[in-house]
């Protein structure tokens, strides 16, 4: 009995499920597309009326949130034989209806220009009273391998390892890499080992055999990228050699160095000690013996010229001053303040043989009176 009330159930939904609405969808394509980035795809959405749809007809596709937390976003709607596709979205300006009237069952939408952020979830919904139907479709926009870099890790010398190493900046997933050698034997050496998911070739022990041209190709589903690596395998070098070089350079620089030091250490005591000698007073060292020749020319001269400038009237006067022509000798330098000499005797007055001795010229002078008459 209640098998038979569930199956009279559901017979009778059908049937006013089918009184209700004859709208349906129509498209059977894949759910899941995926295409290159730059280039353009087609979402179909094709549909279907029937005569009891009778209220207006409304088409919206919307880019469905990622997560439940994010809110749907309307890229372009059809309503009221008007289409809207101005909504601030990341595909605006690249979304259009590929139908011009899209009442007559094509609600499908072309997306142009298409870039990586462009993958997600798109939804059809349209609707006309009391019909109500949406279709899902899954775009995955892939994007193709940049050009891959290749380069050598460790150094090129025969005995040692080295990674054959390609890599690609940008690039959907998955990747794949391959390496081949385009000269030669164009084999990959013998201790090789290829990893294609990193682009990596690791090589142990390598000889001056696996010298040559190297190819590396980057692809993925649509599309692939390669370069190009040059190998040479040379022999190592003088290891000793260059210690021995590079220890001998540096005990020149230092040697340079302390050669340098100790000169300014030199150059700087010498300063130093030249100018504590000028700044030392010495109280024992006699003055240098020019100065006695000095001395003695000078006294003369002046002699020389007072006594030619003398008259008679003064030469009294000039023979009772003391005598200054007389140079101390180096002995009376010596001599302490104790032991030092007498002034000499007063001078007797000069007669007139004496005074033409020396160089004077006697004058006369004539005798006055008391009252200042000459006699």
């Known amino acids: 009995m209640e098998l038979w009330t569930a199956r009279v159930c559901c017979a009778l939904l059908s049937l006013f499920a089918g009184l209700t609405s004859g709208l349906d969808i129509t498209s059977s394509g894949p759910t899941t597309i995926e295409s290159a980035s730059g280039q353009s795809v087609k979402l179909d959405c094709q549909f279907t009326l029937a005569t009891e749809d009778s209220g207006p ?34 595909v605006k300006g690249r979304v259009h209806f590929n139908s011009a009237d899209p009442k007559t069952g094509d609600a499908s939408i072309n997306l142009t220009g298409l870039k990586s952020s462009d993958s997600g979830t798109y939804q059809c919904k349209v609707k006309k009273a009391p019909g109500v139907r949406s279709r899902k479709m899954l775009l995955i926009v892939m994007v193709k391998p940049s050009k891959p870099r290749c380069y050598i890790e460790g150094h090129a010398y025969e005995g040692k390892d080295i990674v054959l190493r390609c ?50 190709v980057a692809s993925n589903r649509i599309g692939s990228d390669e370069c190009v690596l040059d190998l040479k395998v040379t022999a190592p070098p003088n290891t000793a050699g260059i210690v ?35 700044n030392e007073i010495r109280e024992d060292v006699p003055p240098p013996k020019s100065r006695a020749s000095t001395a003695r020319s000078f006294t003369v001269a002046s002699q020389r010229s007072s006594l030619g400038s003398m008259s008679p009237s003064n030469l009294h006067e000039y023979a009772l001053k003391p005598q200054y022509d007389k140079i101390p000798s180096s002995e009376e330098y010596d001599r302490p303040p104790s032991q030092a000499p007498l002034p000499p005797p007063a001078a007797a007055k000069m007669a007139g043989p004496n005074l033409s001795r020396m ?3 006697p004058v006369m002078v004539p005798a006055q009176a008391r009252d200042g008459s000459i006699v």
Request: proline share 4%.
């Open 57 to 90: 007809l409304d088409i919206e596709w919307s880019l469905l949130a990622s997560d439940n937390q994010g809110d749907d976003q309307l890229i372009i709607m059809y309503s009221g034989d008007r289409t809207y596709e101005d909504y601030p979205t990341p």
């Open 167 to 216: 890599t690609s900046n940008e690039g959907s997933k998955p990747m794949k890499y391959s390496w081949e050698k385009t000269s030669d034997s164009k084999l990959l050496p013998a201790s090789s080992v290829l990893d294609p998911v990193e682009g990596s070739v690791n090589v142990k022990n390598v000889s001056a055999s696996a010298s040559g041209i190297y190819r590396c």
């Open 244 to 278: 021995a070089g590079s220890i001998i350079a540096v005990l020149l620089i230092l040697l340079l160095i302390a050669i340098i030091l100790f000169c300014c250490c030199r150059a700087r005591h010498r300063k130093k000690y030249e100018k504590e000698i000028c």
């Open 359 to 361: 160089g004077g010229i």
